[in-house]
């Protein structure tokens, strides 16, 4: 762990870290021809060579895009694996560089400036800078000297620590002395330098096939998803590796294997996913290392030709398979499929969940701008994709809002109607009770009345002779009975008058929920409509059959003079005067805010 920590701090002021580079502009886009110390400084001669700390790390510098991105990478003694990786790209202005990166105090970003002498000067950004100044030394060593800023320029420069120099790796991968290439480095100005080559090559007899071709090609291309990669390869003793890297610098990841003693098989070390577990292998198709069946076969359905590379391998919670394969127009491509394992066990034979291809060619300025359009042509149609799933998960989010609306408003137009008869069934009862009400006290009032007109006979006959008495209380009785009946004939039935209404659907600015009225409707009334007790049979059923008759026509009016739908036909009321204070209710019914209308009928 205190191993760790120095290599993350040591790592952290020398800038050897995780990258995530910006884009160069394009008057910075350099072909591997055009790079020279005037842009790079002393990086420009760094690339494609390897420093070693008798301390600490080794370091080590080569090119993902020639002239635009300079990847350089840390390793810890014995370890092939990168430890970190940074990498420097131009910045806006000639003789500037952009170092961003991901260190154990965070993302951090620094801005190099190339001195006269090749040195460069990065000044660290955030809380905690760590200025350095980047120096090749008299004894060729690389060294990175802390520096102390002062109103944005160098106030101090001091001397570089133990594990801060760099030193020439000789072939047998130790430090050895480079007086003479340092001292020609510091006091000759830098001329243009072309693109590095690969690291020594390895024995010939050690063939990785059909990649020992691209070896120190630069290559640009896509995937089928439409990301734009480069891609380098390179060899380094007797292993290969494929970096693969994002067009703006950044790593995406690397393919490293070993030879083995059987020509055509490989141990696979690293992948573009990162570690791999088990069941791996290696082999180019056809060769003697190839496999009599691969752990993985049956799950892979593209062709495998002779000459093809294959890798495949678990990762977790999956499996993929992958196929590098020479193209027919001579570039390089790759086809990969995989599957996830479902509770731990992998699918059955020939089950794919997932598939990707994609193609390189060498880096030139025209096949870097068909990768970069190509990406953009990708990324437009699957931005059309998903504006068009947006679209039909909109429409049927809208199909799914209506049908619920329907559904409550046919609900809703049920439950007013319901709500109207039984509201229609509550105002006949009532009015049966008021009309029962009214006839018992008629009947209590008959009662009295007859019972005082008794008496007064009686009184009168028992004052009168005995003869007389009988003629006298006859012609009452006779009188009160011919009194009443008269009345009763001599009241007329009222009119029966009425006022309708029913609900309109609202409308956006509505202050209120309008309703449609009618005027004051006057009709015959029926038999006894109007007077106490009863009514005769059928006249309750004649005055809403009355009523009723009207129901369309009122409709119709208030569709045409409000230009609204009404709410529900069951939502259709009427006032009438059948009880006693029937015409202060017809009064009470009118329109009474702007949005309610009335018709006349």
């Known amino acids: 762990m205190a191993d760790f920590i120095r290599a993350a701090a040591v790592a952290a002021l020398c800038g050897a870290l995780l990258v995530a580079a910006p884009v160069p502009t394009g008057a910075q886009t350099r072909s591997s021809a055009q790079i020279d110390a005037a842009t790079w400084g ?57 170092l961003k990166a991901s260190t154990f105090v965070g993302d951090k970003v620094w801005n190099g400036t190339v001195q006269p002498d090749g040195s460069v000067v990065f000044v660290g950004t955030g809380l905690l800078k760590f200025h350095y100044k980047a120096v090749l030394a008299s004894d060729g060593a690389y060294e990175l000297r802390p520096v102390k800023m002062r109103n944005g320029a160098v106030a101090s420069v001091a001397e570089p620590g133990q594990f801060n120099r760099y030193l020439a790796v000789d072939q047998a991968g130790s430090p050895a002395a480079a007086s003479s290439v340092a001292t020609a480095a510091q006091t000759a100005p830098m001329a243009a330098t072309p693109t590095a080559s690969p690291a020594a090559a390895p024995p010939a007899s050690v063939s990785f096939g059909f990649l020992d071709n691209y070896v120190g090609r630069p290559m640009v291309g896509n995937s089928a998803s439409g990301i734009t990669f480069t891609l380098s390869i390179r060899r380094e003793g007797d292993t290969l590796v494929i970096d693969r890297g994002l067009i703006d610098g950044r790593g995406y990841g690397r393919i490293v294997l070993r030879a083995t003693a059987v020509p055509g098989a490989f141990e696979l070390v690293e992948m573009w996913d990162g570690d791999v577990g088990g069941n791996r292998s290696a082999y180019l198709v056809g060769s003697p290392g190839a496999p009599v069946s691969s752990p993985l076969d049956g799950y892979y359905a593209d062709p495998r030709n002779p000459g093809d590379l294959v890798l495949s391998y678990d990762v977790s919670g999956g499996y993929v398979v992958l196929n590098l394969h020479p193209t027919e127009t001579g570039n390089l491509g790759y086809h990969r499929n995989g599957g996830n394992r479902r509770f731990g066990i992998r699918g059955k034979i020939g089950d794919i969940d997932y598939a990707d291809v994609g193609w390189f060619s060498p880096t030139t300025d025209k096949t870097i701008a068909d990768a970069e359009a190509f990406t953009q042509s990708e990324s437009r149609r699957q931005e059309e994709m998903r504006r068009e799933e947006a679209r039909d998960r909109a429409e049927q989010q809208s199909n799914a809002q209506a049908a619920l609306y329907n559904t409550l408003q046919q609900a809703v137009a049920v439950a007013t109607e319901n709500e109207a008869r039984s509201r229609a069934a509550l105002d006949a009862t009532l009015e049966q009770a008021a009309r029962q009400a009214a006839y018992e006290q008629q009947t209590r009032n008959d009662r009295v009345y007859s019972g005082q007109d008794v008496q007064s006979t009686r009184a009168t006959t028992e004052h009168q002779p005995d003869g007389q008495k009988t003629i006298a209380s006859e012609p009452a009785a006779s009188a009160k009975t011919s009194a009443t009946a008269d009345q009763q004939a001599a009241t007329p039935d009222k009119s029966l008058r009425f006022v309708l209404s029913i609900g309109l659907q609202p409308r956006a600015g509505d202050s209120v929920n ?44 208030c569709r045409a003079a409000s230009g609204r739908e009404v709410t529900s036909e069951g939502d259709f009321h009427w006032t009438w005067n059948e009880l006693r204070d029937g015409e202060a209710r017809i009064a009470n019914t009118h329109a009474q805010y702007r949005e309610d209308v009335t018709v006349s009928l």
Request: charged content about 15%.
């Open 514 to 557: 309008p309703t449609c009225y009618s005027n004051v409707i006057t009709r015959a009334g029926p038999p006894g409509w109007g007077q106490r007790g009863f009514l005769p049979p059928g006249s309750a059923q004649a005055a809403q059959a009355e009523v009723q008759g009207m129901k369309s026509r009122f409709i119709a009016a």
């Open 42 to 98: 002393l990086y420009a001669r760094l690339a494609g060579s390897e420093r070693q700390s008798p301390e600490s790390f080794r370091v080590r510098w080569h090119w993902s895009a020639p002239g635009r991105a300079l990847v350089e990478e840390y390793f810890k003694p014995g370890n092939d694996k990168p430890v970190q990786t940074g990498t420097i790209t131009l910045g806006a202005s000639a003789g500037t560089l952009v």
